[in-house]
């Protein structure tokens, strides 16, 4: 998983507040996916974004949650006021063009807590 | 919504001991994925399979996928304390809306000396 990087990853926020996580993929991969891994729980399909388009946000909460991958800069993963059921392990994966044999690499993730 | 089981959940044996994992699922998958996760740290990636009946050995590790592209086992050959880790097998069934994950419920396997 060299490569794939996210921050922060810590994060603590109370309950109510915003949390923003960055993820900026391996060089050469225009293709994004994140992940949840909550508590005990495994790791569950959020959005799969690939340069300025949300491709598939089947996994994502209808409400708080949203993503983006503009242009230039990272990814971005924003979960507004938050809730203590929100605390979990966020990982990014990134890959080039999907096919067959592509493979996705994961970032070391970033560990919210809600208090 | 497809579903992929790992057998067994935890295993925790000696260094030495040979060992096999199982991911089962009733869905067809255009690939699977191998990771092994570390406490507090993302998936590393181990191994791509693609083709049905397709073997693949990395080290002492044997990947194996079902004819029918549903299941998936993982051999260890004399397994090392460095071997422990959370083993995760992953499904992807390749859309026009990329190649998302679902992801197995894992296996816990530790090796003591």
């Known amino acids: 998983n060299a490569g794939v990087m996210q921050n922060p990853r810590h994060l603590v926020r109370r309950r109510g507040q915003e949390a923003r996580l960055r993820c900026s993929p391996m060089?050469?991969?225009?293709?994004v996916y994140w992940y949840r891994q909550l508590p005990e729980e495994g790791l569950k399909f959020m959005v799969y974004?690939?340069?300025?388009?949300?491709?598939?946000e089947s996994g994502m909460p209808k409400e708080r949650f949203s993503a983006e991958f503009p242009k230039e800069g990272p990814s971005i993963l924003r979960i507004q006021q938050v809730v203590r059921g929100d605390s979990a392990a966020y990982f990014c994966?990134?890959?080039?063009?999907?096919?067959?044999?592509?493979?996705?690499?994961f970032g070391p993730g970033t560990r919210l807590t809600v208090l | 919504t497809q579903l992929l089981e790992q057998s067994p959940q935890f295993l925790s044996i000696q260094e030495g001991e040979n060992l096999t994992v199982y991911c089962n699922s009733s869905?067809?998958?255009?690939?699977l994925q191998w990771y092994r996760q570390e406490p507090g740290e993302g998936p590393v990636l181990l191994v791509t399979?693609?083709?049905?009946?397709e073997v693949k050995k990395l080290k002492r590790l044997t990947f194996q996928f079902g004819d029918a592209r549903k299941d998936s086992s993982l051999h260890i050959t004399a397994a090392q304390p460095g071997d422990t880790g959370l083993y995760l097998c992953?499904?992807?069934?390749?859309?026009?809306?990329?190649?998302?994950?679902?992801f197995g419920t894992g296996t816990q396997l530790k090796v003591e000396l």
């Open positions: 994966a990134s890959s080039r063009n999907p096919g067959q044999r592509t493979e996705q690499f």
């Open positions: 060089k050469g991969h225009s293709h």
């Open positions: 974004l690939q340069k300025e388009n949300i491709i598939d």
């Open positions: 869905s067809v998958f255009s690939s």
């Open positions: 399979v693609v083709t049905g009946g």
């Open positions: 992953a499904g992807a069934i390749l859309t026009g809306g990329g190649n998302k994950l679902t």
